[in-house]
């Protein structure tokens, strides 16, 4: 069974960065999607990026420009890379794999963008 491993996130003034990795254990079939989610305190959860193993990204208009979604195959991981932080993308952030057969949830990483 694959488990997924959520870190980077923390603590960042606005305007700052963060990157956040999740690294998955196990053989992962593909074809295979994994997605960057996030869910405010008293919101529903929202996808904020996702990558597909035929190499196809989405982002949410709200983090166009500034999130940028990645793959390292030889590492099973996948990184979000987060630039100019503002308040509102305060959150806990899960990383969710998906591939034929099964799927999995990340534990979430805080996110907390405050001066």
């Known amino acids: 069974q694959v488990q997924l491993v959520e870190s980077g996130g923390g603590l960042v003034q606005p305007g700052g960065s963060l990157r956040l990795s999740c690294a998955a254990s196990?053989?992962?079939?593909?074809?295979?999607?994994m997605g960057w989610y996030r869910q405010a305190p008293g919101k529903q959860r929202e996808l904020v990026a996702s990558?597909?193993?035929?190499?196809?990204?989405y982002y949410a208009d709200f983090v166009k420009g500034r999130f940028t979604i990645s793959r390292e195959n030889a590492k099973n991981t996948v990184y979000l890379q987060m630039n100019s932080l503002k308040p509102d993308d305060t959150a806990v952030y899960y990383c969710?794999?998906?591939?034929?057969?099964?799927?999995?949830w990340g534990q979430g990483t805080q996110v907390t963008v405050s001066s």
């Open positions: 969710h794999l998906q591939y034929p057969g099964g799927g999995a």
């Open positions: 196990g053989s992962i079939s593909r074809p295979y999607y």
């Open positions: 990558t597909t193993s035929g190499d196809i990204t």
